[in-house]
């Protein structure tokens, strides 16, 4: 392609592109896009001047406004001979009235947050109902379920047992040695009182008249 003349405000046309051989060789409907010629703006001159003025670095730039003497640094006084008598009238109001004052504070917000504290964990023991299921006498349907339930569970437990069978030996126990004292030690029935002997695999239990050793041991 030949080369075109170098315009620094003129954009280059776009070169098209050279279709390769195994590519179709349909023709494309996109259009190239055609040069555009720019004119140089009249301001262009004045703004490049304009920019070359500005320095690389802001640093360079020394800026110096004075607001009316508000910036000048004022010279530090010599220090007056009231200023100790000051500190020791502050140090003594400080150690004699502003301590035991605040230190009164302290303790009386200490106090005032453990009675609080005291007052809130009475609040919440109080307000545990005694009954977890609710006031019966309120009709709470939650508590007649539960208490139907539970009798439920409990005949549950004894249905098609004799109970004259299943304590047989302890309501045995019971009627031999009902009488019987515990004045020496209340863990064994007294020397010649009556107790039960209780069965084994081999032997069944056995009222004794009067067998009590008083250590714990039955024995005709």
């Known amino acids: ?66 607001f009316a003497g508000k910036n000048k640094r004022k010279r530090r006084s010599a220090p007056s001979a009231e200023a100790p008598a000051k500190t020791a009238a502050y140090n003594k109001w400080y150690n004699t009235v ?22 809130e964990a009475a609040m919440a023991i109080q307000s545990i109902p005694s009954n977890p299921f609710g006031n019966p006498g309120t009709g709470n349907k939650f508590y007649e379920y539960s208490k139907q ?9 004894v249905k098609g047992t004799d109970p004259t069978l299943t304590h047989a030996e302890a309501f045995a126990k019971w009627t031999c040695e009902r009488e019987s004292t515990r004045n020496a030690d209340p863990l064994f029935i007294d ?27 039955c024995a005709p």
């Open 1 to 66: 392609y030949p080369q075109a003349s170098y315009n620094p405000y003129q954009t280059p046309a776009p070169r098209s592109r050279i279709p390769k051989p195994h590519m179709s060789k349909k023709k494309s409907s996109r259009k190239q896009a055609q040069p555009v010629n720019r004119t140089p703006s009249p301001y262009y001159n004045h703004l490049q001047s304009l920019f070359s003025a500005i320095p690389p670095v802001y640093d360079d730039v020394d800026v110096n406004v004075n």
């Open 191 to 217: 020397a010649g009182e009556d107790c039960y002997s209780e069965a084994t695999a081999t032997t069944p239990g056995e009222c004794i008249t009067g067998g009590a050793g008083g250590d714990g041991t």
């Open 98 to 119: 502003y301590l035991p004052w605040y230190q009164n504070y302290a303790y009386q917000m200490q106090k005032y947050y453990q009675e609080l504290k005291a007052y």
């Open 149 to 157: 339930a539970y009798n439920q569970h409990l005949y549950e437990q």
